[in-house]
């Protein structure tokens, strides 16, 4: 059965470090995997994907993320963060199904001015 | 904008009655699905819906009901059988069904709505 781990259920950081959450995955087969943030009251937004191609995605608000398939991982990146990053971080993974998709527990990011 | 509309944004029930959410998009998209949400935990399918007049279970379907009687509308009921619906929902739509090339499993989700009961 396929699986999502997000280890860090809370981090904190400063405006203007850098960023990297973690997203361990168990899947079969070559995985579709995604990045999605909450903020407080919110529903999703999609803030990148990947299924194929370059391992390195970038996506919206200067996010990226780098599939490994040897660590089984899909780990979230951000150079510089803003405060208004802080938000709740999902990972998922997928066979390109949605009714498939399977969540981690997310992690909540917290920016400290 | 296109997009998805859940209404209400809150809402409080009184154990026993049953309760109705809102679920309407505007994207012209065929699958839509019904999640909750709880503290600390993922995301867990409730129902979906592939195309009009069809629906079908996720992992914890027990204590709700849903109907598709319109592509743009997908309602959630939470029965009295639901032994702890106290919880935030999520509606989701995706553009593609499974199998048709170009599917990715991308969801697009509304804002939510949190049940309380008292």
């Known amino acids: 059965a396929q699986s999502v781990t997000q280890p860090d259920i809370h981090i904190t950081v400063s405006e203007g470090a850098s960023l990297e959450l973690r997203c361990n995955y168990s899947?079969?087969?070559?995985?579709?995997l995604f990045w999605y943030v909450q903020s407080p009251g919110q529903g999703l937004q999609l803030l990148l994907k990947?299924?194929?191609?370059?391992?390195l995605v970038q996506g919206i608000k200067g996010f990226e993320a780098e599939f490994k398939r040897s660590q089984s991982s899909f780990n979230l990146r951000k150079p510089s963060v803003h405060w208004s990053d802080a938000a709740e971080y999902f990972c998922?993974?997928?066979?390109?199904?949605?009714?498939?998709?399977?969540f981690g527990t997310g992690t909540r990011l917290q920016v400290t001015l | 904008d296109g997009g998805i509309t859940q209404s209400p944004k809150y809402l409080f029930r009184k154990e026993g009655q049953n309760v109705t959410l809102s679920c309407e998009q505007n994207?012209?998209?065929?699958?839509m699905y019904w999640y909750r949400q709880d503290p600390g935990q993922g995301l867990r399918l409730i129902y979906y819906?592939?195309?009009?007049?069809?629906?079908q279970k996720g992992d914890i379907a027990e204590g709700y009901s849903v109907s598709r009687e319109k592509k743009e509308s997908f309602p959630l009921t939470v029965t009295s059988a639901q032994k702890n619906p106290t919880a935030f929902y999520l509606c989701?739509?995706?553009?593609?069904?499974?199998?048709?090339?170009?599917?990715?499993?991308?969801?697009?989700f509304g804002e939510g709505s949190r049940l309380t009961v008292l």
């Open positions: 998922a993974v997928g066979p390109g199904t949605a009714s498939k998709l399977t």
């Open positions: 989701a739509s995706s553009a593609h069904l499974p199998g048709l090339a170009g599917g990715t499993g991308e969801l697009f």
């Open positions: 994207l012209n998209h065929d699958a």
């Open positions: 819906s592939q195309i009009v007049n069809d629906f």
């Open positions: 990947y299924f194929s191609g370059d391992t």
């Open positions: 899947y079969g087969a070559t995985p579709y």
